[in-house]
């Protein structure tokens, strides 16, 4: 194995190990302004922001799925709260 092909494969491993990495990462969301336009539940919300819809799933709250005891008046207690309000989220 000649010098330059070492550092090549060295440089090709590196870069997958980055890739890799960057894959495996948890995405973080910027921070956003905009608008609660759905409710799916009692702990996940949809925002409209600059005409993108994101799925927002609150931190920290553990409420019952919509099909489950109690999961339509969780989501109808989120409805109350934040329906139509401004949202913003903060990473």
Do not use: W, Y
């Not at 070492?6 to 890799?20: D, S, V, Y």
């Not at 948890?26 to 336009?37: H, I, L, M, N, S």
């Not at 799925?65 to 207690?77: D, I, T």
């Amino acid at each position: 194995m000649t010098r330059s092909s070492g550092l090549l494969a060295e440089r090709k491993t590196q870069a997958i190990l980055l890739l890799l990495t960057i894959l495996a990462s948890p995405a973080t969301a910027a921070d956003f302004f905009g608008r609660v336009v759905n409710i799916v539940d009692g702990d996940t919300l949809t925002v409209l922001a600059s005409k993108n819809q994101i799925r927002v799933r609150l931190d920290g709250i553990d409420a019952p799925e919509r099909n489950q005891a109690f999961g339509k008046r969780s989501r109808q207690s989120l409805v109350d709260i934040c329906s139509g309000k401004e949202a913003h989220e903060a990473s």
